[in-house]
């Protein structure tokens, strides 16, 4: 099932090669959306896609020996059907 959920990641996930390595496994999984570092030291992120690939995403980055999410803030979005790439905001 396609969905597009909002995250907003906490913890150590600033500097470790968080966004890269979303990025990476977002292009993998052929998810839409987007990922930016907050200015308060979180990260934030749109995800689009089939939702088992979303979860899997995130599991990954939980298992990153770098980063290190201590929470999740997690809301679901409507869906864009115009969306076509995922990419790191800056």
């Given at each position: 099932m396609i969905v597009r959920r909002h995250y907003v990641?906490?913890?150590?996930?600033?500097?470790?090669g968080f966004r890269f390595t979303a990025y990476q496994k977002a292009i993998q999984y052929q998810l839409t959306g987007w990922i930016?570092?907050?200015y308060d030291g979180h990260v934030e992120a749109i995800f689009q896609g089939e939702e088992e690939y979303?979860?899997?995403l995130v599991?990954?980055?939980?298992?990153?020996?770098?980063?290190y999410i201590d929470h999740m803030d997690i809301k679901n979005m409507d869906i864009l059907n115009n969306e076509k790439s995922f990419e790191i905001k800056y």
């Open positions: 990641f906490y913890g150590r996930v600033q500097g470790v930016r570092n907050t979303i979860k899997d599991r990954y980055l939980h298992s990153d020996s770098y980063i």
